[in-house]
């Protein structure tokens, strides 16, 4: 989702991926294995603690119905990573693509991160984009801390990016390469899934988002063993149970600011209504 450049990208894919791009973590934070999931479709259940926010979290993650994504005879699908290479050029330029894009297997990067979006964890390891620049930062008040003002303004470029994607354009290009986004969804655990499901139930997710207008307080994860941490500025959580129990998408959202978060809820709106109405006209 969200690295253009020019005036459109992926669709489902760039305004999702965009969210996956606006990343708490430093660009050389060493993530941990990407663990295969077993098959099943719903998020993780959170804890008591976190009822508040993880109520709004399950109502959006409530099965959406099982649809497949059909390539109309007219369209050519994307056969292999040549075409999917050349197509991301032809839309973003060969610049923009060798400076954002992780272009190799990126069919699995995808698939892999949407799902992951959704659960408590989504390793970095495998993200179809590149990091984005510069370090997650927090503000000293009153013995408390938060995140910073100014730490939004890391993901405002990309927001903007984001929301000049031509939804009806990007969509086709994900049609084009669903064949291999639905491979890769099954190779990774869900052989009896479609992947267009999963897409809808993480972006209801997304938009399920708390909407926090406050200032966020953030507290440093507890470091057991000998050896300090070296990089302190990737080990915040968010201090209130109920927000830091939220799935990883969530909490990426949450962190880009309530401004960035409104309008990409805005945008991630777009895309599941030309999702639906695709599939209304099969």
């Known amino acids: 989702m969200s690295l253009t450049g020019r005036a459109m990208f992926v669709g489902a894919v760039a305004t999702v991926v965009a969210v996956v791009a606006l990343r708490w973590r430093s660009q050389d934070e060493v993530p941990p294995p990407m663990p295969v999931q077993p098959e099943a479709e719903t998020v993780e259940a959170a804890p008591p603690a976190a009822a508040s926010a993880a109520e709004a979290s399950a109502a959006a993650s409530q099965p959406a119905p099982e649809v497949q994504v059909e390539v109309p005879a007219a369209t050519a699908p994307l056969a292999g990573p040549e075409d999917i290479a050349s197509a991301l050029v032809d839309l973003l330029g060969r610049k923009a693509v060798l400076t954002f894009l992780q272009t190799d297997d990126f069919p699995r990067r995808f698939a892999a991160t949407v799902d992951n979006l959704g659960r408590t964890h989504a390793p970095s390891r495998l993200w179809p984009l590149n990091p984005t620049g510069g370090r997650f930062t927090v503000e000293e008040r009153e013995g408390r801390t938060f995140i910073s003002a100014d ?70 994860t507890e470091v057991k063993g000998p050896i300090p941490s070296t990089q302190p500025w990737v080990r915040y959580e968010f201090a209130d149970p109920a927000l ?7 909490k990426m959202l949450l962190r880009t600011g309530p401004v960035n978060e409104r309008r990409l809820k805005g945008k991630l709106r777009e895309i599941r209504n030309e999702l639906v109405k695709r599939a209304g006209e099969r």
């Open 151 to 220: 730490n939004a303004l890391r993901y405002t470029p990309l927001v903007l990016l984001a929301e000049t994607v031509s939804v009806e354009r990007a969509v086709d290009l994900y049609v084009r390469m669903y064949p291999l986004l639905q491979r890769s969804y099954e190779e990774l655990g869900y052989p009896k899934g479609y992947f267009n499901t999963r897409l809808l139930q993480v972006i209801d997710q997304l938009l399920a988002t708390p909407d926090v207008t406050d200032p966020i307080p953030v507290q440093l």
């Open 244 to 250: 830091e129990a939220l799935s990883a998408g969530q």
